[in-house]
């Protein structure tokens, strides 16, 4: 599938693109209820988000977010080689992709979201791009993504300790004057790819019956470039900095 060039300029200059109903009804369906089942059979390697301290009062204790689901489960490594995913994706960059990391996040009724940050603020490599799956309609009462559009235009920026009553992850990026928030309203089956240097985010689910499911897939471009060891850029040395 090719992208129009007006869409590309779009991602250029924004930071991201949605590529509205790539997938449909049936095959979002498939997605969601394999993880379910998943998710059903216990923990599994990497999961994160639950405050065990919280037990079943954290919804993200039962609903953990999975990771790198394609190193041990078969659909999962099918479904990050689809085309919507990759050809989109190196059209965005402008370069072939590689697999960085497959994610999985449920985000039930009540989670917390995930404070504004560059995903290169964890990954340290350029460029980096981002498919965001829709398994659910999104919005903002179930924690719709947000985007900070212009910020991929910046370059990596300093991070600070995040609000972890909102944020299951408790790093964020510091958030450059003069740019808007704004709310990235989905259906399920639509697709919404971001680039690295792109600032977004989630605020928490506050319906009391809504998930807000997302499978998400993260490539490398194929020419990538190591970004500068530079502390208060990176989430991992967070505790240092703070
Ligand atoms: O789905 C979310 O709430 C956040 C996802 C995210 O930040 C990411 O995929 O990098």
């Avoid at 350029?126 to 965001?132: F, G, K």
């Avoid at 408790?170 to 089956?189: D, F, T, Y």
């Avoid at 240097?197 to 998400?216: A, E, K």
Wanted: glycine letters at 10%; proline letters at 7%.
């Amino acid at each position: 599938m090719r992208i129009p060039a007006k869409d590309k300029a779009f991602f250029a200059e924004n930071g991201y693109y949605v590529g509205r109903g790539l997938f449909a009804p049936k095959e979002v369906a498939e997605i969601r209820d394999h993880f379910m089942a998943l998710r059903a059979e216990g923990p599994k390697p990497g999961d994160m988000g639950g405050d065990p301290k919280k037990g079943p009062n954290d919804p993200l204790n039962k609903y953990a977010r999975m990771i790198n689901m394609h190193t041990w489960d078969a659909k999962s490594k099918a479904w990050q080689a689809d085309e919507r995913f990759t050809k989109v994706s190196g059209q965005l960059i402008g370069d072939d992709v590689l697999l960085c990391q497959t994610m999985l996040y449920f985000k039930p009724p009540g989670a917390r979201g995930q404070a504004r940050h560059q995903d290169n603020q964890y990954i340290r490599k350029t460029p980096i791009i981002a498919a965001w799956l829709a398994l659910d309609d999104c919005d903002e009462a179930n924690g719709q993504m947000v985007m900070i559009p212009g910020s991929n235009k910046l370059g990596i920026l300093p991070v600070r300790p995040a609000d972890t009553s909102v944020s299951f992850t408790n790093g964020e990026s510091e958030i450059p004057a003069g740019l808007k928030e704004v709310g990235i309203g989905m259906q399920a089956g639509d697709v919404l790819y971001f680039g690295g240097f792109t600032i977004h985010g989630s605020y928490p689910n506050t319906t009391p019956d809504r998930f807000r499911r997302t499978f998400i897939v993260h490539y490398f471009g194929a020419h990538t470039e190591d970004l500068p060891v530079d502390e208060k850029t990176m989430m991992s040395k967070l505790a240092v900095v703070a």
